[in-house]
């Protein structure tokens, strides 16, 4: 269900960037899907910890972001960057 609002969410965003103007779009796009990423990631892993859950969360997000940017698809973004981030915090 989270995987369909957040892949629905992401739609809507998109739809809705393409009204805005040029000049602002990557940069606004990025930080509305940045922090809906991060809000998907905080609401499936539960920490104690708020900074282990922050650092896990952003370092997901950034590269998620990078990954997409660059030309590869949503699905491919999120599996190669859980992988990353499950890597270098030993999930």
Do not use: V
Request: glycine share 2%; aromatic share 8%.
């Amino acid at each position: 269900m989270l995987n369909k609002l957040f892949l629905s969410s992401i739609i809507t965003l998109l739809i809705i960037e393409i009204c805005n103007p040029l000049e602002n779009k990557a940069g606004h796009k990025n930080n509305l899907i940045n922090k809906f990423c991060i809000a998907s990631i905080k609401s499936k892993i539960k920490f104690k910890n708020k900074q282990r859950s922050d650092s896990i969360s952003h370092f997901t997000c950034d590269c998620f972001l990078e990954k997409f940017n660059s030309g590869s698809s949503i699905k491919n973004s999120r599996i190669y960057c859980k992988d990353k981030a499950i890597e270098k915090f030993n999930l």
